[in-house]
């Protein structure tokens, strides 16, 4: 059982900066793909940034990439996402979650066995 806990989100300008945290239970932490999702009102959940066991590679969805940078502490237990030049269309709640295996794409949401509760993050225009 891994629980997650997102934090660090909050009310941003356009242009700004944010810093999500999403800390982890389990000894295991390093050999989970973490990942990070978003949903607007309105909207499907839409996957934001993935980071493979032990952090050695990192995918993106093209609406984020060269914005945000996914990372994760293996000592702390808990996966990063620092969000850079936030626009509007970013404001959604964020999720992050835990894969305990790599057979599917990361992008996908079935990929994932453990989901936070989610953070708001709101960008004003």
């Known amino acids: 059982q891994v629980q997650l806990v997102e934090s660090g989100g909050g009310l941003v300008q356009a242009g700004g900066s944010l810093r999500l945290s999403c800390a982890a239970s389990?000894?295991?932490?390093?050999?989970?793909?973490m990942g990070w999702f978003r949903q607007a009102p309105g909207k499907e959940r839409e996957f934001v940034a993935g980071?493979?066991?032990?952090?050695?590679?990192?995918y993106y969805a093209d609406s984020v990439k060269g914005r945000f940078t996914i990372s994760r502490d293996n000592a702390k237990n808990t996966v990063y996402l620092q969000m850079n030049s936030l626009k509007p269309e970013d404001t959604a709640v964020y999720y992050c979650?835990?894969?305990?295996?790599?057979?599917?794409?990361?992008?996908?949401?079935?990929?994932?066995?453990?989901w936070g509760q989610g953070t708001q993050v709101t960008v004003s225009s």
């Open positions: 980071i493979s066991q032990y952090g050695g590679s990192t």
């Open positions: 389990g000894r295991a932490f390093s050999t989970y793909a």
């Open positions: 979650a835990a894969a305990r295996t790599t057979t599917q794409a990361m992008s996908r949401i079935h990929a994932y066995d453990y």
